[in-house]
């Protein structure tokens, strides 16, 4: 599996893979559809989407990054992979990926949230080292009724100290 940041020309594919990724997610938040995410030439021409693909080159899931400066946190805003890829490592992968991005420019954690009652997904997020810090509404947007639950991973000692 190769990590890296996306193309400019995958901005397409990468909508098109959000799109699947996301249907049963947002289904089961009373939408039919997820998007728009006409936000991706933007960003990826920011560095701030990164990819994994396999070696001929087919995209597998990518993560979307944001750089919080004043916390010097690394904000995972969201991951994604292809439903058929789904349970084989890739969702790891770019969780470590976002990991060693976050160490590489000194972050005191991660941080990611999704929706709460999908535990399933907050279990994944507790088993690669991620702990619940809270819950709460929709950060971004108006509060959709659907309680987030925020997760941080500290990177520094100092973080999870007392």
């Known amino acids: ?5 996306a193309l400019p020309e995958e901005a397409e594919p990468l909508a098109r893979l959000l799109a699947a990724a996301f249907l049963e997610y ?21 560095g701030e989407v990164h990819v994994a693909a396999d070696p001929g080159g087919r995209v597998l899931g990518m993560l979307a990054l944001t750089w919080d400066a004043g916390e010097q946190n690394l904000v995972v805003d969201l991951l994604a992979v292809d439903p058929a890829c789904q349970g084989q490592g890739t969702g790891r992968a770019l969780l470590a990926h976002a990991e060693t991005l976050a160490c590489a420019r000194d972050a005191r954690a991660l941080r990611l949230h999704t929706v709460a009652r999908y535990e399933h997904l907050v ?9 619940v810090t809270h819950l709460g509404p929709r950060p971004k947007g108006e509060d959709d009724g659907h309680p987030r639950a925020f997760l941080m991973k500290p990177l520094r000692t100092e973080i999870g100290a007392a």
């Open 1 to 5: 599996m190769i990590l890296r940041p």
């Open 26 to 46: 947002v289904r089961g938040l009373g939408r039919e559809a997820s998007g728009p995410y006409d936000w991706l030439p933007e960003r990826i021409a920011a």
């Open 123 to 131: 279990r994944i997020y507790t088993g690669a080292g991620y702990a």
